[in-house]
């Protein structure tokens, strides 16, 4: 089905929600008295917290996960306050990851007393330090150099500009502690030499992830995973990030034309430094540091950890309209046009951390970047970092890429430009077990996020003719309650776009969605935009998980042409969606618009405007459904959907032909068609007033507890 198609789906006959339409009024508590109509109070809109544990599964949840399943009320502000923090970062490097870091129960505080890299920066100013740091990485990895290859290094060095020279010192400086840093961490693998094939199975393709993944656990998660030592790794991932900033600074005031050719290769790789005139070449190999100062280049690698002998990987380019290719191939083509996009075996590319740091930083220019897999600010047991500064760009990859972060951090930041980001599956802001994938598009132009495309390369399950997305700031976790018992909790997932006229288009589990615990958000600021989706998406918590959609503002119009979205909770999940203003059009189906199903929790919160919505289904503006057959402890579990719209006059064409004649304001309580068994425990209420409401309803919680 084309997702043009996704607008409005034919109405059906009138269902069994029951509906109680009231007169105006002009109470501004709007939260209580939904609550009221859902016959709650407000600690009680939550998953049952000991079922839940009855039910569930899953190693390495995130605190702050759970924290925010068991308190939805506090969401739309969790939201918020998540949102402002990362536009406060700019897009610094190490303030973006402090704040990846968080969501996965790590957070380093390098910086607050003293300066952790003061030591680095001194060894930097000394006499022949670029010649001395090299010298020392050869002599660490057993492979010291000649007097002959001694001499001609240090002549080399010498021809590079001082102030180029102090500068890539320090960065190299930086990268050995991280390598010391990485060995220290994955000891455990490389002491039993376990680390190349765990590098090969994480560079490998994947035919299946999410709701149809049938693998059994691999010991690399089972037993190798609690033995490394994190905290080292992040250490060092955070110092890195400082030295990228600070060197980016330091590059960023150099002046006039630096001509420079300097290479050599180590045994981490190969360190390029070139000046500003030159459009460059760089071919696939490992490069542990590439500075570029100008030129518009075409690079085939770097900013990426090839093999499990490159640990660190850095990459520089001050300026130029750039071509970052991870095939030839991808010249002039798309990676989704490609059958290379299937191969077993892939190098990551473009900001690409797989056991060790992988990071690229463009500043300007309008660049493209095309990889396969692992590429574009991605993770695999590491740190993975593509920033680029500014510029018109574009994105493509097929999957696992985008800010992608599993067992680690991916990130990509894009600090201003009108950006195209395009993929099939995991990318745009995803995190897997123990790890957060974050893309944070600075800047208010409009940019385009595409994954919907006639490749599909990963059906679905229910409904092969979509692919199962997993995209635009969502969780994803590993369910094997129905293999080996081995599951794996999703990690956080988020795509924040700070404004303008946004596209997204997506398959089955998108735009704010967790699978199998975990946290899924996509924020966006002010513009008109169009969010397109087929199941399980814009703000849908499946399977334990928390999905919030957050919209700032702006004439949106979202679609969801099956069910489960728009603020839906099913199994014990969690779905908020929360757009403040403008004249909205919702086009849905069945369970959608605070919707919840099987002990789930869906809150919907339109704040104001003149709204459209358009539905097909039954359970929907805060409709509740079993899903889960009888008699089961679960029975005794709420299940509870939440339907609010405040501020503003709404057309209603639904089914329910009450609920049609509601415009200002009403109120109305759903119930399932089996509510008459005792067992089962329904909240589902809907209210609209034409007055807005400006409060939180953590705040509305707060007061009625008083």
């Known amino acids: 089905m084309s997702i043009h198609s996704f607008l409005l789906i034919g109405l059906t006959s009138v269902s069994a929600m029951c509906l109680f339409p009231i007169s105006s009024h002009g109470s501004t508590d709007a939260w209580l008295e939904l609550l009221e109509k859902a016959k709650l109070i407000s600690t009680q809109v939550k998953p049952d917290p000991e079922v839940r544990e009855l039910f ?4 390495h949840r995130g605190t702050f996960q759970e924290i925010l399943i068991q308190s939805p009320l506090r969401v739309p502000a969790f939201a918020r306050l998540f949102r402002d923090q990362m536009l406060q970062t700019k897009g610094t490097p190490q303030l973006v990851l402090t704040q990846a870091l968080s969501k996965i129960d790590l957070a380093p505080r390098r910086g607050l007393i003293g300066d952790p890299l003061a030591q680095i920066e001194k060894s930097s100013t000394e006499t022949d330090a670029l010649f001395h740091v090299i010298t020392k990485i050869h002599t660490w990895n057993k492979k010291p150099l000649s007097t002959i290859s001694s001499a001609e290094l240090k002549k080399k060095t010498r021809a590079v500009p001082p102030e180029l020279a102090r500068t890539v010192a320090y960065l190299l400086e930086a990268e050995l502690n991280a390598v010391q840093a990485r060995d220290q961490a994955f000891a455990p693998l490389i002491v039993d030499k376990k680390l190349k094939n765990a590098f090969l199975e994480k560079t490998r393709r994947v035919d299946r992830e999410g709701e149809d993944d049938l693998r059994p656990a691999s010991p690399l998660m089972t037993t190798l995973l609690p033995l490394i030592d994190w905290r080292t790794f992040w250490v060092a991932g955070f110092d890195l990030m400082l030295a990228v900033q600070s060197a980016r600074a330091k ?73 970052y290719l991870a095939h030839a191939k991808l010249v002039d083509r798309s990676p989704l046009d490609l059958e290379e996009r299937k191969l077993a075996q892939i190098e990551p590319s473009w900001g690409s951390g797989v056991f060790g740091y992988g990071i690229l930083v463009d500043e300007l220019g309008d660049d493209f970047y095309r990889g396969f897999r692992l590429s574009g600010g991605t993770a695999e047991f590491g740190l993975g970092v593509l920033l680029d500064g500014s510029g018109d760009d574009r994105y493509e990859c097929h999957e696992r890429c985008q800010g992608y972060g599993s067992v680690g951090v991916g990130l990509l930041i894009d600090q201003t430009g009108s950006d195209h980001y395009v993929a099939l599956q995991s990318a745009q ?66 795509l924040f776009d700070e404004g303008g006229n946004n596209e997204f288009t997506a398959d089955f589990f998108a735009q704010g969605v967790a699978y199998w615990y975990g946290l899924g958000i996509l924020s966006t600021g002010k513009g008109n935009d169009r969010f397109m989706s087929g199941k399980y998406a814009a703000g849908a918590g499946v399977h334990y998980g928390v999905g919030v959609l957050h919209d700032l503002g702006g004439d949106d119009q979202y679609s969801v042409v099956q069910e489960l979205g728009l603020g839906e909770g099913h199994d014990f999940g969690l779905g908020v969606f929360v757009d403040d203003s403008g004249n909205d059009q919702y086009s849905c189906a069945n369970l959608a618009l605070g919707a919840a199903s099987a002990q789930g929790v869906g809150v919907f919160w339109d704040r104001s405007g003149d709204d459209l919505y358009r539905s097909s289904g039954k359970e929907i503006l805060g409709g509740v459904a079993a899903r889960i057959g009888s008699p089961s402890f679960r029975d005794r579990a709420k299940t509870i959907g ?38 089962v425990f329904f909240h589902g209420a809907g209210l609209v007033i034409q007055e807005p409401d400006t409060e939180e309803p953590d705040l509305i919680g707060e007061k009625d507890s008083d």
Do not use: C
Not at 650 to 666: D, H, I, M, W, Y
């Open 642 to 679: 939440l339907f609010l719209d405040t501020g503003g006059k709404n057309k209603f064409e639904t089914p329910l032909s009450k609920l049609n004649q509601v415009q200002k304001s009403g109120s109305w309580r759903n119930v399932a068609e089996n509510e008459s068994n005792p067992r």
């Open 251 to 323: 590059i960023a005031a150099m002046t006039g034309e630096l001509q420079v050719s300097f290479k050599h290769a180590t045994p981490l790789g190969e360190i390029v430094i070139r000046g500003t005139r030159t459009d460059d070449r760089y071919d696939s190999k490992p490069y542990l540091l590439i500075v570029d100062l100008g030129g518009n280049d075409t690079y085939f690698s770097g900013g990426a950890t090839l093999t499990e002998n490159n640990p660190t990987s850095i990459l520089i380019d001050r300026s130029g309209n750039d071509r």
């Open 429 to 494: 802001g995803v995190g897997a077990t123990r790890g957060t994938g974050i893309l944070l598009d600075l800047g208010t132009q409009d940019d385009r996020y595409l994954t919907h495309h006639s490749s599909v390369d990963f059906p679905s399950p229910i409904d092969p003719k979509f692919n199962v997305s997993l995209v635009q700031g969502a969780a994803v976790g590993h369910r094997a309650d129905f293999i080996d018992q081995n599951s794996f909790a999703g990690g956080a997932g988020a």
């Open 56 to 59: 569930g599964q899953g190693r």
